[in-house]
C-alpha cells in the first residue's frame, strides 16, 4: 500500500459516497471500507509487511482515512434523513434500516399457572375438575352448608351481600351441595375458583383470591384416606416430601374438622411475616362429610361418607414460589408478574 494508492481509494469512496442515493447504499458503502473486512482493516492487517519506517507513515494516512469516510458518510446520512422528511412533508421520517422492536410476548399468571398444576395432579388421582357460580345464594353459601341463620359460626366468612339478597361466595364449599344434589356417589371432584371476603388484608390474606375444593364420597372413606391423598398431592406438587400438621378445627359442615398447616418454605419453619413468625402457613380446612350436609344435598347419610377440603390456591403460590406477600399476585405489577 503506497500513499498513492491511498489517495485514488479516497476519492473513489468520496465518489461513492456522493452517488448514494439511499441508506441502503450508504450502508453498502461503509462495509466496503470500514466493515470487518473493508479496506481499511484490509491496509491495517497489510502494515506488519512493511519495511518499519513505513509503517508509522501508511498507518497514519489509513487512520486519517478511515476519519475522512466516517465524517463523508455522516454527512451524507443527514442530508439523506433531510430529503426523505422533506419528501414526506417534512412530518415523518421513517428508517427503514432500523433494527425492529421486539414485541413482547404476554404468559399465564402464577395463580393460573399454580391452579393448572394442582388439577392436573388431582385428575390423574380421579378427581374431576367442577365449576360453580361466583354470585351465590345464602342457602347454598351457609344454611345448606349446615350453618344456620344467626349461628356465630357464619361470622367466620365476612360475606359480602349483594343488593338482591344474594352474596359473592365467600368458599368453594357451596359447590359441593350443587353437585350431590345432581349426582349419586361415590365420586371425586375437584373446584377451584374465585372467592372473595370482607377482610382486612395483611401478607397473608387476600379480599379476592382463589381456593380448591376438594370432595370425595363413597362407601368406607376415612381420615386415613384424606390425608393420604393430601400427601401424596403436595410430594407431587413440591417434587418432594414436605412437612404437614394437620391440627383439629372446627368448620360446621365437617365432623371432625382439621385445619393443614405446612412448615413455611419462606423461612424454613424459622419466622417470618408471611407465617405470622410462627414458622407454619395455614393450608387449608378440611374433615369428614356432617352427615347433615348429605341430608341438606337431598342424600341419604346412611353407609356414605366422605371428606372435604378447601385450600387457598394463593398460599400455594406463595409456598411454591417462596413469596412472603400474598397481596403481589393481584398488584398487577409487572415487575413481579414478569419473574414467571
Ligand atoms: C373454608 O373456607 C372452608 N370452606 C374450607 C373447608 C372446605 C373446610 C371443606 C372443610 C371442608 P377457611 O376459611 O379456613 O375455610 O379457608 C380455607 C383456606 O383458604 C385457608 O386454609 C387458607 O389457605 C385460605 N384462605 C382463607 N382466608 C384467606 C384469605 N383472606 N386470603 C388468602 N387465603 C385465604
Given at each position: 500500500?503506497?500513499?498513492?494508492?491511498?489517495?485514488?481509494?479516497?476519492?473513489?469512496?468520496?465518489?461513492?459516497?456522493?452517488?448514494?442515493?439511499?441508506?441502503?447504499?450508504?450502508?453498502?458503502?461503509?462495509?466496503?471500507y470500514l466493515g470487518k473486512q473493508g479496506e481499511i482493516a484490509r491496509i491495517l492487517r497489510s502494515l506488519d509487511s512493511l519495511p518499519k519506517e513505513k509503517r508509522a507513515e501508511i498507518g497514519k494516512q489509513a487512520n486519517d482515512f478511515k476519519n475522512f469516510i466516517n465524517l463523508k458518510i455522516e454527512e451524507k446520512i443527514k442530508e439523506l434523513k433531510e430529503k426523505s422528511g422533506k419528501g414526506s412533508g417534512g412530518k415523518e421520517w421513517i428508517d427503514i434500516t432500523a433494527p425492529g422492536k421486539k414485541p413482547s410476548v404476554g404468559h399465564l399468571h402464577p395463580l393460573t399457572l399454580i391452579r393448572r398444576k394442582t388439577e392436573e395432579i388431582f385428575q390423574t388421582m380421579?378427581?374431576?375438575?367442577?365449576?360453580?357460580?361466583?354470585?351465590?345464594?345464602?342457602?347454598?353459601?351457609?344454611?345448606?352448608?349446615n350453618i344456620p341463620k344467626d349461628h356465630p359460626a357464619r361470622d367466620a366468612?365476612?360475606?359480602?351481600?349483594?343488593?338482591?339478597?344474594?352474596?359473592?361466595?365467600?368458599?368453594?364449599s357451596p359447590v359441593q351441595i350443587r353437585f350431590m344434589e345432581k349426582n349419586n356417589p361415590p365420586f371425586r371432584i375437584i373446584v377451584p375458583g374465585r372467592i372473595f371476603r370482607h377482610e382486612a388484608t395483611d401478607p397473608s390474606?387476600?379480599?379476592?383470591?382463589?381456593?380448591?375444593?376438594?370432595?370425595?364420597?363413597?362407601?368406607?372413606?376415612s381420615a386415613a384416606n384424606f390425608k393420604a391423598v393430601i400427601q401424596e398431592f403436595y410430594r407431587r406438587f413440591f417434587?418432594?416430601?414436605?412437612?404437614?400438621?394437620?391440627?383439629?378445627?372446627?368448620?360446621?359442615?365437617?365432623?371432625?374438622?382439621?385445619?393443614?398447616?405446612?412448615?413455611?418454605?419462606n423461612c424454613s419453619g424459622k419466622g417470618c411475616p408471611a407465617c405470622k413468625r410462627t414458622g407454619w402457613?395455614?393450608?387449608?380446612?378440611?374433615?369428614?362429610?356432617?352427615?347433615?350436609?348429605?341430608?341438606?344435598?337431598?342424600?341419604?347419610?346412611?353407609?356414605?361418607?366422605?371428606?372435604?377440603?378447601?385450600?387457598?390456591?394463593?398460599?400455594?403460590?406463595?409456598m411454591k414460589y417462596k413469596i412472603n406477600n400474598i397481596r403481589l399476585f393481584h398488584s398487577g405489577d409487572l415487575r413481579f408478574l414478569q419473574q414467571f
Open positions: 500500500m503506497t500513499e498513492t494508492n491511498l489517495e485514488s481509494l479516497k476519492i473513489e469512496a468520496k465518489k461513492e459516497i456522493e452517488n448514494s442515493f439511499d441508506l441502503g447504499q450508504i450502508g453498502e458503502v461503509f462495509r466496503k380421579g378427581f374431576s375438575t367442577i365449576e360453580g357460580p361466583e354470585i351465590e345464594s345464602v342457602w347454598y353459601n351457609f344454611d345448606a352448608l366468612w365476612d360475606t359480602f351481600y349483594l343488593k338482591d339478597g344474594m352474596l359473592l361466595r365467600a368458599h368453594t390474606h387476600e379480599f379476592d383470591f382463589y381456593q380448591l375444593e376438594g370432595l370425595m364420597v363413597g362407601e368406607d372413606i417434587g418432594k416430601p414436605v412437612k404437614i400438621r394437620l391440627i383439629p378445627s372446627f368448620f360446621p359442615f365437617t365432623e371432625p374438622s382439621f385445619q393443614v398447616d405446612m412448615s413455611c418454605v402457613l395455614e393450608m387449608m380446612g378440611a374433615g369428614m362429610v356432617h352427615p347433615n350436609v348429605f341430608k341438606y344435598a337431598g342424600l341419604n347419610p346412611k353407609g356414605l361418607t366422605g371428606f372435604a377440603f378447601g385450600m387457598g390456591l394463593d398460599r400455594l403460590a406463595m
